[in-house]
């Protein structure tokens, strides 16, 4: 979204996607042939019966062919301009730094797992990656589970506060 100029639409198009795999999947998670695969593999209730994986996976296929098409249709790129990040012009500072990746984890209250994502990059990439955390609706604090699932292997998030994520907020991380 921020590549095509429509930043202040991410959290649509996120909430677009959830919904479409849950309305227009079975079971949600069929759109992945790979789940199809496994789920034939099982004999719980979320199995489907071998004999159907072939229909289901023709069906991934024609369901993403359309998507692929629907999507360059939708997002086609503006006329003199390149959706590649690192070819925009900066908004601010100089030319990306890219002595090391920046990552920004965004969803809509920045308490749970936005936060943990950020927790979990910053313990094991230290210094090598920097990385940012927002959200569309910010909560007051991080969420008490999540806070204390991190604790559990021994990464500590208790100090994060949830942060509102803007396109000027999206655009920093990737411009030093």
Do not use: K
């Amino acid at each position: 979204m921020v590549r095509s100029g429509r930043a202040h639409q991410a959290a649509y198009a996120v909430a677009g996607y959830i919904a479409a795999a849950y309305w227009f999947t079975s079971s949600t998670s069929f759109a992945n042939p790979a789940i199809t695969i496994g789920r034939a593999l099982t004999d719980t209730f979320a199995g489907i019966a071998p004999a159907s994986v072939p229909a289901f996976v023709a069906a991934q296929a024609v369901g993403g062919t359309l998507a692929l098409l629907l999507a360059g249709f939708t997002f086609h790129q503006p006329q003199g301009t390149e959706l590649v990040v690192d070819h925009l012009e900066p908004t601010r500072g100089g030319p990306r730094d890219r002595s090391h990746p920046h990552v920004v984890f965004l969803c809509v209250h920045n308490a749970g797992r936005s936060q943990m994502a950020l927790g979990f990059l910053r313990h094991l990439a230290g210094d090598r990656a920097e990385a940012w955390s927002g959200g569309s609706e910010p909560a007051s604090s991080v969420n008490p589970v999540a806070v204390a699932a991190m604790a559990e292997v021994g990464i500590d998030i208790a100090g994060a506060q949830p942060q509102r994520w803007t396109e000027d907020g999206l655009r920093a991380p990737m411009w030093s």
